[in-house]
């Protein structure tokens, strides 16, 4: 009996060895534990149930625990279903037996999901205003994973979790109607780490790869890092815009296209509020068209459509907190020849500061304002250093254009947001202009005056302007608001190829921008003097008074006269309120070569006259005019001239380049007019005291634009009483009595 009953217990324990064997190492499907399960699920979450068919059961005795595993269940709530693939965890049979949450840890491999519904999910175990705006944003995407959750005694989940997975076509709906697509990547997560791997994504047509993407979990906020490549693609005004609209509000920016690597970091607080950015970035421009709408480049480079090409830059990016670093060089076009181009923009806080230096080898430049010309034979490169303030100013600490011997240098100009000059400290120039004239000259600031000062100075044109400008004080249409006074001594200044002045003395003083007062005095090389000032009386009158013994350089700059020799004049103006009223007066002269009054005489059949002016020339005595000005607008109100061969008086307009209308009478010295003039007192009337103011003679008119003028003549046999007035004028100017015919 004691045999058997050691045998029966001998094969029981046997057998419960191999159905422990069994069961530790195949296990068993039942659905026994069904119920067991959906019951601990709901225990995690009221709102959460599982569905599930059989469970295989194995057997853990070093854990004294039964693993249970299940495959194809669902998790259901809200409507919405998470499939599992598999389902694993350890259910202690202690726990069983005292009647306590028995599952530690959870092992769970899922399917492919919708993102939105796996959010949701996550959202009824642990809600969060972040996961939210995730749910918000996400249009689509599904992702899959393997999750290891560990459980408190209590069944809270425990922070000691790992989450891995993978999320494949995701879109994210950004705020501002800009999508995020195929997003996909691999995920890593740990106890408040979070690793993306492997990330793909494409923005406006743009593909993006970060190979890795760490954050972590601060409680307050995240600490975000990583590595982000983009692909080269062209990036179009609208995407830059999202980035930097009021930078780029003023550029037209096309065929932009780009590659970059950016290594970042930044925190990103639960509202979403990011800071403390750093980015070190490398970007690969190939190609971007950038328009300027800075009128001023074409009076520099004529050849400019407006758009500047950048080609080929490579270029490192820093951006940290109130501090970003740009330094690049690469290739930039302005016309149909590649230059190389580098640069270097640091922004602190409010202050943007840089430098670039720009090879113009192949330039074609044209500086009209001093006569100075580069083609694009000549090497050259320009030099700038400055920075752009919070007030929108632009302060220029260096400008230096160098070409060869030739020298262009300014230092500290400070320009206002419109581009108008606030403050300059030096204008130091050194070059051969066009004309092949040396060029030196200094301008400093001294207080709060300048002082120009030069040896040789060839520049009509910048005399003109500073004298002569459309704008009244010429020069002060570049300033904000001009009050100084310019102190100028130059030693010889060309104003023409030939003309020069000596000891040329000027001081100007402006206030408000509005030049108030001028003297200015030099002699010619033949010791002749010119002497000009500029006079503002108590009714804001600005008289305008200009001699000079040399006439021919001041005359000779009008391209409508070939030649003219000799003779002094005289300037006298007075200005309010931009309307001028002026008279200049020239005496002892001769022209020659004056196409318009050749055409008269021609058409007045008066050749010889005419091949006099095409030959030694036409002498005069005296020229008069009168006439006044306002904006584009000159009006003439009498020219009268005497000679001995012909006098003329004309009168009419000047509209700016678009239209002469003149018209007058031209009186030649003929022999009637000589017998006309040998009656005593009445020829001193009709004909005047000299020579060719005569009583027979034409009536023309001058009318057109400028380059295209049309000339009419008719013959007349009596004067206008105006001519005859004016005669008599100049017959007592001159001295002669006028006696009444008995």
């Known amino acids: ?68 595993q299940a495959s194809d269940v669902d998790l259901l709530f809200e409507n919405k279903i998470v499939k599992l693939k598999n389902i694993s965890t350890n259910y202690s049979l202690k726990s069983f037996i005292n009647r306590e949450f028995g599952i530690k840890n959870v092992f769970i491999s899922t399917k492919d999901n919708n993102l939105n519904d796996i959010i949701s999910f996550i959202r009824v175990y642990k809600n969060s205003a972040q996961l939210i705006i995730l749910d918000k944003i996400i249009s689509k995407g599904s992702i899959n994973a393997n999750l290891e959750i560990n459980f408190k005694d209590n069944g809270k989940i425990d922070e000691n979790y790992k989450i891995e997975g993978k999320i494949k076509g995701v879109q994210i709906n950004l705020l501002n109607r800009n999508n995020i697509s195929k997003i996909d990547l691999n995920f890593d997560i740990r106890k408040k780490i979070y690793l ?237 202009n066009k004309n092949e004239k040396i060029n030196k000259i200094t301008l400093k600031k001294n207080k709060k005056n300048y002082e120009i000062k030069s040896k040789t100075f060839d520049s009509s044109s910048l005399l003109e302007e500073i004298l002569f400008g459309e704008d009244e004080g010429g020069i002060s249409k570049f300033f904000n608001n001009l009050n100084a006074g310019i102190k100028i001594e130059l030693d010889k200044v060309f104003i023409g190829d030939s003309d020069f002045l000596k000891n040329l003395n000027s001081e ?85 070569e004056v196409p318009a009054l050749t055409k008269i005489l021609t058409l007045a059949s008066l050749q010889g006259i005419a091949d006099l002016l095409t030959g030694e020339g036409i002498r005069f005595d005296e020229f008069e005019m009168d006439f006044s000005s306002k904006k584009n607008l000159m009006t003439i109100n009498e020219i009268y001239s005497i000679g001995p061969a012909i006098s003329l008086m004309m009168e009419g307009y000047v509209q700016g380049k678009d239209l002469v209308s003149l018209k007058g009478t031209l009186v030649p010295a003929t022999t009637l007019n000589k017998f006309v003039g040998s009656i005593p007192v009445l020829g001193k009337i009709l004909v005047g005291k000299k020579t060719g103011e005569g009583v027979f003679g034409v009536s023309f008119k001058i009318k057109g634009p400028p380059k295209n003028l049309k000339t009419t003549v008719n013959p007349i046999k009596t004067l206008t009483p105006r001519f005859i007035t004016r005669t008599l004028e100049k017959i007592k100017k001159d001295g002669v009595e006028v006696k009444s015919t008995p």
Do not use: C, W
């Not at 601990?40 to 070093?62: M, Q």
């Not at 100013?393 to 070409?403: A, G, H, P, T, V």
């Not at 002749?528 to 005359?555: G, M, Y």
């Open 1 to 68: 009996m004691l045999r058997i009953l050691l045998k029966f217990s001998l094969s029981l324990i046997i057998l419960i060895g191999l159905l422990i064997g069994y069961l530790s190492v195949f296990g068993i499907e039942t659905n026994s534990f069904n119920k067991l399960i959906q019951e601990e699920v709901s225990k995690s979450n009221e709102n959460v149930n599982a569905k599930l068919e059989k469970v295989k059961v194995l057997l853990n005795l070093s854990r004294f625990s039964i693993n249970l």
């Open 196 to 432: 993306l791997k492997n990330t793909k994504a494409e923005f406006k047509g743009i593909k993006f790869l970060a190979p890795d993407i760490k954050v972590t979990d601060r409680e307050k906020s995240f600490f975000v890092e990583g590595n982000i490549k983009s692909q080269t693609g062209e990036i179009n005004k609208q995407i830059l815009s999202i980035f930097a609209k009021k930078a780029l509000e003023n550029l037209d920016i096309k065929n932009l296209k780009l590659s970059s690597e950016n290594n970042f970091s930044f925190i990103i607080n639960k509202k979403f509020k990011i800071s403390d950015l750093l980015i070190k970035s490398k970007i690969d421009l190939e190609n971007s068209d950038i328009k300027i709408n800075l009128e001023k480049i074409k009076k520099i480079h004529t050849k400019n459509d407006g758009y500047v090409n950048f080609k080929d830059h490579k270029i490192q990016l820093d951006i940290g907190e109130n501090k970003i670093l740009i330094k690049g060089e690469g290739k930039y076009l302005l016309d149909k020849e590649n230059e190389k181009i580098s640069y270097v923009v640091s922004n602190l806080k409010e202050k943007l500061e840089f430098s670039t230096k720009l090879d113009l080898n192949k330039k074609y430049i044209n500086l009209k304002i001093l006569d100075y010309e580069k083609d694009k034979t000549k090497d050259a490169s320009l030099f700038i250093e400055g920075q752009y303030n919070k007030n929108q100013n632009f302060i220029f600490k260096k400008i230096l254009l160098n070409q060869a011997n030739n020298s262009f240098l300014i230092n500290n100009l400070n320009l206002t947001k419109d581009f108008k000059i606030d403050y300059i400290g030096l204008i130091d120039l050194d070059f051969i």
């Open 508 to 592: 100007i003083r402006f206030r408000k921008n509005e030049l108030i007062n001028l003297d200015l005095s030099g002699t010619f090389v033949n010791n002749k003097k010119i002497n000009l000032t500029i006079r503002t009386n108590q009714n804001k009158e600005k008289i305008t008074t200009l001699f000079s013994e040399n006439a021919k350089p001041l005359v000779k700059k009008y391209k409508f006269i070939k030649g003219f020799e000799e003779g002094s004049l005289d300037f006298y103006s007075v200005k309010k309120n931009n309307i001028s009223n002026s008279k200049l007066k020239i005496v002892n002269f001769k022209l020659k």
